[in-house]
């Protein structure tokens, strides 16, 4: 078999069988296959997409690039959550100690930003001392101790996702269903979940732009969990601007520390509120109407942000020390009027700029940059009033290019946040 062959028969959009996939993921893994040719064939994978057997088995591949978790070692129902990656999406940083509150298990891999997208991994460690690397011991350990651990996909753990998932990002290959279904069910299966609820981003921040892509994605990995017998929802939500205020590593961390103190932005905690919903009465078989009431109850009675200075305490973080920049601006609107939209796309791309993303592979993360929003889609602007602040570090941005990312009108919209269950 000749690499060379392989990625022209994609290129010329026809099926690869399983063993060619196996030829180049193994090949990727053990560096007979190099990045610039993966980079070809993952190009040719964007544009010419895959069919639900390729896609399901590039994931069984993955899968079986590395070690899975038997979570029969964990005591209790494990629950899982991921999303598919948008601007300040912060959600798991308050669900997970959620749903532990609540009486589940969560043993959590994340990822890192790719693209313009962040990721729970680079947020988590912009807190001071936050390990997230354990071996399969400790994580295992930790998860029957604390109720949850979440790590980076270190380690043994699909690290065919872990080098994939790196050239991606850096090579304008994300935007692709068969690819970000396979990179998440991979790693989904091999943490052992039984029961996963998928946010599914939709809109200019987002990988899918359109409903119907966002539906296309998530019946590929329902169709990917069934194979192996997992219960997947999707919950279709969206991403035309940042979700919350805050975007940037640090930055998210301080307003999920707020959302679990009760003071959290309104967008954020309906949709934390939802996705924690699904999984608590999904992973303990109740009723939606009981999982929210639960829900709700944990995070008013702060049951909720104690389990979550015990997690980050496991894993060594200092929840007292969290990188934010001490250089911030504040950027004024130059007329007033309601905010109609923020550009999601356009504030990832600024904060990416500014360090808090990677723009090649060896990048090192600015953990305190980013861009706090001062207004949100519907409020009211006076000229001259603050409409977002930018933390900097090393990096300098526009601030015409921060004013151009929100439009400014005469209607005071609203966003309908969730738009669809997909089961
Ligand atoms: N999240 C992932 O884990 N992988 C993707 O490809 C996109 C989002």
Known sequence: MEIIEIITKKKDGQELSYDELKFVIDGYVNGN???????????????????????????????ASGDTINLEEIHGTVVDKHSTGGIGDKTTIILVPIVVACGLKVAKMSGRALGYTGGTIDKLESIDGYQTELSKEDFIKQVNE??????????????????????????????????????????????????????????????????????????T???????????????????????????????EVRECIDCLKGNGPKDVMELVITLATYMVSMGKNISIDEAKKEVEKVIEDGTAYEVFTKWIKAQHGDIEKIKISERCISIKSKESGFIEAIDAFKIGELSEQLGAGRVVKEDNIEYGVG??????????????????????????IKVDDVLDCFKIGEHAYSQKLIHEIIK
Request: aromatic letters at 4%; proline letters at 2%; glycine letters at 8%.
């Open 221 to 251: 990995m329902i169709a990917i969990g069934e194979s192996y017998k997992r219960k997947v929802i999707c919950v279709l939500s969206n991403m035309e601007a940042p979700l919350g205020y805050a975007v940037g590593n640090g930055l």
């Open 371 to 396: 861009i706090v929003l001062s207004k949100k889609v519907g409020d009211f602007v006076l000229e001259n009033e603050e409409i977002a602040k930018v933390y900097i570090e090393n990096k300098d």
């Open 33 to 63: 296959v190099k990045d610039y040719q993966m980079s070809a064939l993952l190009m040719a994978i964007v544009c010419n997409g895959m069919t639900e057997e390729e896609t399901i088995n590039l994931t069984k591949i993955m899968i």
């Open 146 to 219: 604390i109720g949850c651990a979440v790590i980076s996909q270190s380690g043994t753990l699909v690290p065919a996702d872990k080098k994939l998932y790196a050239l991606r990002d850096a090579t304008g290959t994300t935007q692709s269903i068969p690819l970000i279904a396979s990179s998440i069910m991979s790693k989904k299966i091999a943490s052992g979940a039984s029961t996963i609820v998928i946010d599914v981003k939709v809109g200019n921040g987002a990988f899918m732009k359109t409903i119907e892509d966002a539906k296309a994605l998530a019946r």
